[in-house]
C-alpha cells in the first residue's frame, strides 16, 4: 500500500528513522488518530524514491527500530514491553521475554551483526536467532544472595538506592561496547560482562554516536555533552544556548548534530548552532547518519540532509 506525503503527514505521529540508502528510508510510526484516545498502532514505513509505502503495523507501542541487515533488508521494531516487530519480506512478531514482565524499553540497536535491546532497571537483551533473545545484563544487576536469611527490605532500599536504565548502547570505532544510562552510568562491555567506569556526570544520558575519531560522544540533559572512551570520559564544553535536554545525537561529515525534541542544533568547533529551514527551527528527536545524508525525525516532521541543504520529505 503506497501513500501520498500528504496523507502521511496528516495520519501518522513519527517515532524513529533510519537510512537504509541515499533517499530509502524507513520509519516506526503511530497512528495519529489512536494516540489521542491513549491506543497504540505502530506503522512500519517505507520512503523510497519519494514514495510512502507500508511494510507492516503491529498493535503496540513502538519506541525505536534498527536494521539488522540491509540485503536482504532485515527490519527489527522494538515495542515499550518488550514486544519485537521482524520484517524481511514479510512481517511477523517475537518477544524478547516469554516469561516475566521487563521494561519499559528505552531502545535498539545493531552493532556488527548483534542485535541489542535496551531499557529501564537496565534490561538488556541480545538477539541470538531470528525470533529468540537472551539477557544480557551480567554485571548490571546485584544478584540475589544464595545463603542465608534474605533480607527483603535491605534489598528493596538497596533496589531503589541503585535505579538504573539504560537509554543508548555504542562502539567505540574498531574497540569497546559501551552502555549509557541514567544518572550518568556508563557501563564497559568485558566480553560477556559489563563493568561500570566513573563518569564525568550525574545526569540522564539518553543517546550515544561512535565517531571517526575513536571516541564515543554522549549527549543528556541539562545541555550534557561527554566524550570518551573504555574507562576515560570528560565534559565537552560549547557556547550557546544552555540547558537544552538532548534526546539524540549523530556525527555526519566531522560535525556533531544534536536534537533535543524542539529543534536541531549542530556543533560547530566549540559553539552550537540552530539548523533552520525557511527561518524556521526544524524540530527533531531522532536523528541517523551515513556517509552521505543525516536524517531527522520528530512527531510530525521527516527532513534530510546532504550537507548542503535540506529536503522535507513530507511535502
Known amino acids: 500500500m503506497s501513500f501520498d506525503a500528504r ?36 506503522h512500519l514505513l517505507l520512503y523510497e524514491d519519494g514514495i510512502w509505502s507500508e511494510l507492516a503495523s503491529f498493535n ?12 536482504p533488508l532485515q527490519i527489527l521494531v522494538l ?21 516475566r514482565p521487563i521494561g519499559p524499553m528505552r531502545g535498539i540497536t545493531t552493532i556488527g551483526s548483534t542485535a541489542y535491546a535496551y531499557g529501564m532497571k537496565r534490561d538488556v537483551f541480545r538477539r541470538v536467532t531470528s525470533t529468540t533473545w537472551q539477557p544480557f545484563d551480567s554485571g548490571m544487576k546485584a544478584a540475589l ?36 544510562g541514567m544518572r550518568g552510568e556508563i557501563w564497559k562491555l568485558l566480553k560477556t560482562t559489563w563493568k561500570r567506569v566513573d563518569s564525568p556526570t550525574n545526569v ?17 540533559q541539562l545541555g550534557t555533552l561527554i566524550s570518551g572512551s ?19 545525537i549523530a556525527e555526519f561529515k566531522e560535525q556533531i548534530y544534536l536534537a533535543d525534541g524542539h529543534s536541531l542544533r549542530v556543533l560547530v ?3 552550537l548552532k540552530a539548523v ?19 536524517l531527522s525525525v520528530a512527531g510530525k516532521e521527516v527532513i534530510v540532509g546532504d550537507g548542503k541543504g535540506w529536503k522535507n520529505l513530507l511535502e
Not at 19 to 41: G, S, T, W
Not at 79 to 99: A, C, W, Y
Not at 230 to 248: C, H, I, M, Q, V
Request: charge should be negative.
Open 276 to 294: 533552520e529551514m525557511d527561518d524556521q527551527l526544524v524540530p527533531s528527536s531522532d536523528l541517523d547518519a551515513s556517509r552521505s545524508e543525516i
Open 204 to 220: 540522564m544520558l539518553q543517546d550515544s554516536t561512535p565517531r571517526n575519531d575513536g571516541t564515543v560522544w554522549v549527549c543528556g
Open 60 to 71: 503496540w507501542q513502538s519506541v525505536g527500530l534498527t536494521i539488522a541487515v540491509k540485503e
Open 269 to 271: 568547533k566549540d559553539e
Open 7 to 42: 496523507h502521511v503527514a496528516d495520519t501518522f505521529v513519527f517515532v524513529a528513522g533510519k537510512i537504509i540508502a541515499k533517499n530509502r528510508y524507513v520509519f516506526a510510526a503511530h497512528d495519529e488518530e489512536l494516540l489521542a484516545k491513549e491506543k497504540y498502532r505502530t
Open 230 to 248: 573504555d574507562n576515560r570520559w570528560k565534559n565537552e564544553t560549547y557556547s550557546g544556548p544552555e540547558g537544552l535536554d538532548f534526546r539524540a
Open 145 to 180: 544472595p544464595t545463603k542465608g536469611k534474605i533480607d527483603v527490605s535491605a534489598i528493596i532500599r538497596d533496589g531503589i538506592k541503585n535505579m538504573g536504565g539504560i537509554n543508548s548502547i555504542s562502539q567505540v570505532p574498531g574497540g569497546a561496547v559501551h552502555a549509557f
Open 79 to 99: 515495542g515499550r514491553d518488550g514486544q519485537v516487530g521482524i520484517f524481511e519480506g514479510k512481517p511477523s512478531q517475537s518477544k524478547l521475554e516469554t516469561k
